[in-house]
């Protein structure tokens, strides 16, 4: 028993390893593109680096660290929802479109329904979360029925999803008193409070999605279900042949993700605004792809993935007002980040392969040996 | 014989793989100038490991390979075509949407301008070269509306463009009908006169008696001799082929076999290609007893099993487990009904590679009860159970969170039996359950069969390995080209010889003798 805690231990630390190497090299590599473009690059970096949380005057920046806890809920929401379909092997990208959709019609019910402070906030985001649910059906259950891709078809749905969000916010539910296009303002008592007293935008979401976090996790390792998930999602001919329901737990994966991500994209519209104003993808559920990879599917390493990202954005977002430095950068420095974790995966999937090729010519070969030997 | 008489000569050719599975000992084997040779045994003999190395898919760990008189380094199929070798695989490596002309020039298309193909030229080359060796194609059809033979026609004509003198076939007729094969014959035949040599890999014994010159037949991974084909027996060429260098001895008591549980009746299936796999094929299996079906690979084994568990659906007849039909059954439905299996494929099926060896074992009992509490797994019972099953089934590994892929192959066969033969099974089905692991491990499974079915499990065994469904079978059956061609009731009196007669299809039993294997 010792001896498979210290392997495991071993285990974690290289994984770890591995990870941190591939963030050190993108930002190697961010590092030389600053000092390529900029002509103050130290102040660039200092403000890339330690800008979201050190003042100016070196004291510890309280209100931007809530910020980024803050941009931290809706992105756990979807880091979630992709670990989950991406574990079924379901490469789902219509968190996306869940997001903005869910952000759309927890507004609508806040404005439409009337309740009691603390019950319509929840309210108004599990009808999200279940519109959202609903909406997964389709490329889950074409895909089980079908065999459509449904990476192709839940990409075609993000902007199916929000054209259809843009047409009913422009021509049914419009606040024409505006100058922008917007709803009218939802009720006081659909609102998610916030946490921290003077303004922030770091409301109890980010409490419910570290909940969330748990339970997914819990869900994930520790349930029938979520062992369903993971094995379809390594062999999907192994768990069939073991008596699986395939085809069922492919859509229930979709499903929890819809879910998942409409709960993000309410509890954000309902947290940071009081009306909905979203007039394109928000763009939550590509980080969500993105956070899903760095915690390599598993629900406990979404908040860390998350809050990197975050932290990452606050200081491209700094480094381009205080610096030269175009806050394109970040795009570049997520690319070089996206770009060394995918690598490091092909790496995991070729080796994987390679041990597989060497048992199935194990298996073709050895009867040679096996013979000779009886 | 004078050294320039052969054309190829390979010379104590071992081959290791790199997980220490020798798939080739020490093997001689030399080929004749404008000879058709045989390279003949049974499938994992290491025919295929050794065409491989002489195509340069793959490189021989010891001896020498000489073409023409010089020694070569065989490092890539293209240092091969270039010494004149070429191939002609099994499974045809074509592409469907380009034209026969394209399939041929491809990689070598000549050009117009440089820069475009020239198609004109291409048509032109392959209509030469189609008339000079009388392998008629059309090269203005694609791959994917031409019949399967014409696909092969193709695929030689492709070794020809590039200059092969030296044909390697891989069971060039098993996709074949018979007028293609015989079609075939006469093109090989052609070519002989023409003066290339033809390599042709096979199985089939009427065939390599019909157009073939010498043959050199491989057993377990070494040469069993070279023979002139027409000085050798069918007989004597079976009997190399299959017969066993040491006879294993299993003791068991003897059966008391009572109801019948497993009844197949009738059962047929055509492939993809319209080969009829399995032809009407009956039998049935009782409680307390091990059926074993032999038969060389390919004679509808592995569809047959698939049919048995659903893995695939056939064309007619009916799969009965106690009364019930499982046609069409979910595995869920059909596990729930007592049946286990261990697949043939065990990477495929067998087991989640990532995941651990407790994920592994608790696969088709994750719903029960005594695993759950409430919607959370109960890990104490799981960790208790797997850690059970580990210690009975002597799986050797650190804990029961390392990850099964990482276990060897005799290790991992016994996580897959661990978890077959720990849901309390009426019938077990084992394809090839003791194929390239290691002896412990082999010796391990085949007691613990035996032991199930002295338990009253009905037990269908499957098997290439003689040995093995010769001594641990009851009684037997032999399949040969989807039928079943012969069914033994007691196992003690079968020899080798016998055996070797009814898989490679030499005799065939009467219907009233094999319908014997029908209880009801």
Same mark, same amino acid.
């Given at each position: 028993?010792?001896?498979?805690?210290?392997?495991?231990?071993?285990?974690?630390?290289?994984?770890?390893?591995?990870?941190?190497?591939?963030?050190?090299?993108?930002?190697?590599?961010?590092?030389?593109?600053?000092?390529?473009?900029?002509?103050?690059?130290?102040?660039?970096?200092?403000?890339?680096?330690?800008?979201?949380?050190?003042?100016?005057?070196?004291?510890?920046?309280?209100?931007?660290?809530?910020?980024?806890?803050?941009?931290?809920?809706?992105?756990?929401?979807?880091?979630?929802?992709?670990?989950?379909?991406?574990?079924?092997?379901?490469?789902?990208?219509?968190?996306?479109?869940?997001?903005?959709? +869910?952000?759309?019609?927890?507004?609508?019910?806040?404005?439409?329904?009337?309740?009691?402070?603390?019950?319509?906030?929840?309210?108004?985001?599990?009808?999200?979360?279940?519109?959202?649910?609903?909406?997964?059906?389709?490329?889950?259950? =074409?895909?089980?029925?079908?065999?459509?891709?449904?990476?192709?078809?839940?990409?075609?749905?993000?902007?199916?999803?929000?054209?259809?969000?843009? %047409?009913?916010?422009?021509?049914?539910?419009?606040?024409?008193?505006?100058?922008?296009?917007?709803?009218?303002?939802?009720?006081? !008592?659909?609102?998610?409070?916030?946490?921290?007293?003077?303004?922030?935008?770091?409301?109890?979401?980010?409490?419910?999605? =570290?909940?969330?976090?748990?339970?997914?996790?819990?869900?994930?390792?520790?349930?029938?279900?979520?062992?369903?998930?993971?094995?379809?999602?390594?062999?999907?001919?192994?768990?069939?042949?073991?008596?699986?329901?395939?085809?069922?737990?492919?859509?229930?994966?979709?499903?929890?993700?819809?879910?998942?991500?409409?709960?993000?994209?309410?509890?954000?519209?309902?947290?940071?605004?009081?009306?909905?104003?979203?007039?394109?993808?928000?763009?939550?559920?590509?980080?969500?792809?993105?956070?899903?990879?760095?915690? *390599?599917?598993?629900?406990?390493?979404?908040?860390?993935?998350?809050?990197?990202?975050?932290?990452?954005?606050?200081?491209?977002?700094?480094?381009?007002? %205080?610096?030269?430095?175009?806050?394109?950068?970040? @795009?570049?420095?997520?690319?070089?980040?996206?770009?060394?974790?995918?690598?490091?995966?092909?790496?995991?999937?070729? $080796?994987?392969?390679?041990?597989?090729?060497?048992?199935?010519?194990?298996?073709?070969?050895?009867?040679?040996?096996?013979?000779?030997?009886? | 014989?004078?050294?320039?008489?052969?054309?190829?000569?390979?010379?104590?050719?071992?081959?290791?793989?790199?997980? +220490?599975?020798?798939?080739?000992?020490?093997?001689?084997?030399?080929?004749? $100038?404008?000879?058709?040779?045989?390279?003949?045994?049974?499938?994992?003999?290491?025919?295929?490991?050794?065409?491989?190395?002489?195509?340069?898919?793959?490189?021989?760990?010891?001896?020498?390979?000489?073409?023409?008189?010089?020694?070569?380094?065989?490092?890539?199929?293209?240092?091969?075509?270039?010494?004149?070798?070429?191939?002609?695989?099994?499974?045809?490596?074509? &592409?469907?949407?380009?034209?026969?002309?394209?399939?041929?020039?491809?990689?070598?298309?000549?050009?117009?301008?440089?820069?475009?193909?020239?198609?004109?030229?291409?048509?032109?080359?392959?209509?030469?070269?189609?008339? *000079?060796?009388?392998?008629?194609?059309?090269?203005?059809?694609?791959?994917?509306?031409?019949?399967?033979?014409?696909?092969?026609?193709?695929?030689?004509?492709?070794?020809?463009?590039?200059?092969?003198?030296?044909?390697?076939? @891989?069971?060039?007729?098993? &996709? =074949?009908?018979?007028?293609?094969?015989?079609?075939?014959?006469?093109?090989?035949?052609?070519?002989?006169?023409?003066?290339? !040599?033809?390599?042709?890999?096979? %199985?089939?014994?009427?065939?390599?008696?019909?157009?073939?010159?010498?043959?050199?037949?491989?057993?377990?991974?070494?040469?069993?001799?070279?023979?002139?084909?027409?000085?050798?027996?069918?007989?004597?060429?079976?009997?190399?082929?299959?017969?066993?260098?040491?006879?294993?001895?299993?003791?068991?008591?003897?059966?008391?076999?009572?109801?019948?549980?497993?009844?197949?009746?009738?059962?047929?299936?055509?492939?993809?290609?319209?080969?009829?796999?399995?032809?009407?094929?009956?039998?049935?299996?009782? *409680?307390?007893?091990?059926?074993?079906?032999?038969?060389?690979?390919?004679?509808?084994?592995?569809?047959? &099993?698939?049919?048995?568990?659903?893995?695939?659906?056939?064309?007619?007849?009916?799969?009965?487990?106690?009364?019930?039909?499982? &046609?069409?059954?979910?595995?869920?439905?059909?596990?729930?009904?007592?049946?286990?299996?261990?697949?043939?494929?065990?990477?495929?099926?067998?087991?989640?590679?990532?995941?651990?060896?407790?994920?592994?074992?608790?696969?088709?009992?994750?719903?029960?009860?005594?695993?759950?509490?409430?919607?959370?797994?109960?890990?104490?019972?799981?960790?208790?159970?797997?850690?059970?099953?580990?210690?009975?089934?002597?799986?050797?590994?650190?804990?029961?969170?390392?990850?099964?892929?990482?276990?060897? +192959?005799?290790?991992?066969?016994?996580?897959?039996?661990?978890?077959?033969?720990?849901? @309390?099974?009426?019938?077990?089905?084992?394809?090839?359950?003791?194929?390239?692991? @290691?002896?412990?491990?082999?010796?391990?499974?085949?007691?613990?069969?035996?032991?199930?079915?002295?338990?009253?499990?009905?037990?269908?065994?499957?098997?290439?390995?003689?040995?093995?469904?010769?001594?641990?079978?009851?009684?037997?059956?032999?399949?040969?080209?989807?039928?079943?061609?012969?069914?033994?009731?007691?196992?003690?009196?079968?020899?080798?010889?016998?055996? +070797?007669?009814?898989?490679?299809?030499?005799?065939?039993?009467?219907?009233?003798?094999?319908?014997?294997?029908?209880?009801?």
């Amino acid at each position: 028993m010792n001896n498979k805690s210290m392997k495991d231990r071993r285990l974690q630390v290289f994984e770890i390893l591995r990870g941190a190497a591939a963030i050190t090299l993108a930002l190697a590599v961010a590092t030389v593109f600053i000092f390529l473009c900029s002509d103050e690059p130290f102040t660039a970096l200092k403000y890339l680096l330690i800008g979201p949380i050190v003042k100016d005057n070196g004291g510890f920046n309280t209100s931007s660290f809530y910020t980024i806890l803050a941009a931290m809920i809706p992105t756990i929401f979807t880091g979630l929802a992709t670990c989950v379909m991406f574990s079924a092997g379901q490469f789902n990208l219509a968190s996306e479109g869940c997001v903005m959709a +869910g952000g759309f019609v927890g507004a609508l019910c806040g404005i439409y329904i009337h309740m009691n402070t603390g019950l319509h906030a929840v309210v108004c985001v599990v009808i999200a979360a279940a519109l959202c649910g609903l909406i997964m059906l389709v490329p889950a259950i =074409l895909k089980v029925k079908l065999g459509a891709s449904e990476m192709v078809m839940s990409l075609m749905m993000n902007y199916i999803i929000m054209y259809v969000v843009l %047409h009913f916010l422009n021509n049914t539910f419009a606040d024409r008193s505006k100058g922008s296009t917007q709803t009218y303002p939802f009720d006081e !008592t659909a609102k998610i409070p916030s946490l921290v007293p003077g303004g922030s935008k770091l409301t109890w979401g980010f409490v419910v999605a =570290l909940v969330f976090v748990v339970i997914v996790a819990l869900f994930m390792y520790r349930t029938k279900w979520g062992y369903t998930i993971r094995m379809i999602g390594i062999n999907k001919a192994f768990s069939e042949y073991s008596g699986m329901n395939v085809g069922g737990v492919i859509v229930l994966s979709q499903i929890i993700g819809g879910v998942l991500a409409g709960m993000g994209g309410s509890i954000e519209v309902l947290g940071r605004f009081n009306t909905f104003l979203w007039k394109e993808l928000p763009g939550y559920g590509w980080a969500g792809v993105t956070i899903a990879i760095l915690a *390599k599917n598993n629900p406990i390493f979404v908040p860390f993935a998350a809050f990197f990202i975050a932290y990452l954005n606050k200081g491209c977002m700094l480094m381009s007002t %205080h610096s030269d430095v175009p806050s394109e950068m970040i @795009d570049i420095i997520q690319a070089a980040i996206f770009l060394f974790f995918a690598a490091e995966q092909f790496l995991a999937g070729y $080796r994987q392969k390679l041990v597989v090729r060497s048992a199935q010519a194990d298996l073709a070969k050895t009867e040679t040996a096996e013979g000779g030997k009886a | 014989m004078p050294q320039s008489e052969y054309v190829v000569q390979m010379k104590g050719i071992n081959k290791v793989y790199p997980n +220490g599975i020798a798939a080739n000992r020490g093997v001689d084997f030399n080929v004749r $100038r404008g000879e058709i040779h045989a390279l003949m045994g049974e499938n994992g003999a290491g025919k295929s490991t050794l065409m491989k190395m002489l195509f340069g898919l793959e490189q021989p760990t010891s001896g020498e390979i000489i073409v023409n008189g010089e020694t070569v380094n065989l490092t890539s199929p293209t240092v091969a075509i270039s010494k004149g070798i070429g191939m002609v695989h099994q499974h045809f490596m074509l &592409v469907p949407s380009l034209t026969v002309a394209e399939n041929i020039v491809l990689g070598m298309a000549p050009k117009k301008g440089g820069l475009f193909m020239d198609m004109e030229s291409a048509v032109k080359l392959t209509e030469e070269y189609a008339e *000079k060796y009388n392998l008629h194609v059309d090269p203005k059809a694609k791959v994917m509306d031409i019949p399967v033979g014409m696909k092969q026609k193709v695929e030689i004509l492709k070794a020809l463009v590039r200059g092969a003198k030296i044909l390697i076939l @891989d069971e060039p007729t098993a &996709v =074949l009908t018979t007028q293609e094969t015989a079609e075939l014959f006469r093109e090989l035949i052609n070519l002989k006169e023409q003066g290339y !040599t033809i390599i042709f890999i096979s %199985h089939k014994l009427n065939e390599i008696k019909q157009i073939t010159d010498r043959l050199t037949i491989m057993r377990a991974g070494k040469s069993m001799g070279v023979y002139e084909t027409a000085s050798i027996t069918k007989e004597e060429i079976s009997r190399l082929m299959v017969g066993r260098d040491v006879i294993l001895t299993v003791e068991k008591e003897k059966a008391q076999p009572t109801d019948t549980v497993l009844s197949v009746k009738d059962l047929e299936y055509t492939n993809e290609w319209n080969k009829k796999m399995l032809d009407k094929v009956s039998f049935s299996v009782r *409680k307390g007893e091990i059926l074993g079906i032999a038969g060389v690979e390919g004679n509808g084994q592995r569809e047959l &099993v698939d049919m048995l568990f659903n893995l695939n659906r056939p064309d007619a007849g009916s799969v009965k487990v106690n009364g019930k039909d499982i &046609v069409g059954v979910s595995q869920r439905n059909i596990r729930s009904l007592g049946v286990s299996l261990i697949p043939e494929d065990r990477m495929t099926y067998g087991i989640a590679a990532t995941a651990s060896i407790e994920e592994n074992l608790i696969s088709d009992r994750v719903g029960a009860k005594r695993f759950n509490k409430g919607p959370l797994f109960d890990m104490k019972a799981i960790h208790k159970e797997c850690d059970d099953l580990i210690r009975d089934f002597k799986v050797l590994c650190k804990s029961g969170q390392q990850k099964v892929g990482m276990l060897s +192959g005799g290790n991992i066969q016994k996580v897959v039996v661990a978890r077959e033969f720990s849901c @309390d099974p009426v019938l077990i089905i084992a394809d090839q359950p003791t194929r390239g692991i @290691d002896v412990g491990a082999t010796e391990f499974i085949r007691k613990k069969l035996v032991e199930l079915s002295r338990a009253g499990a009905a037990v269908l065994l499957v098997s290439a390995d003689l040995n093995e469904v010769m001594e641990l079978s009851d009684s037997l059956i032999v399949m040969c080209g989807g039928k079943i061609a012969a069914y033994f009731e007691d196992t003690a009196m079968l020899t080798d010889e016998i055996m +070797g007669e009814y898989m490679l299809g030499l005799k065939r039993q009467s219907d009233e003798e094999i319908g014997r294997v029908c209880h009801e």
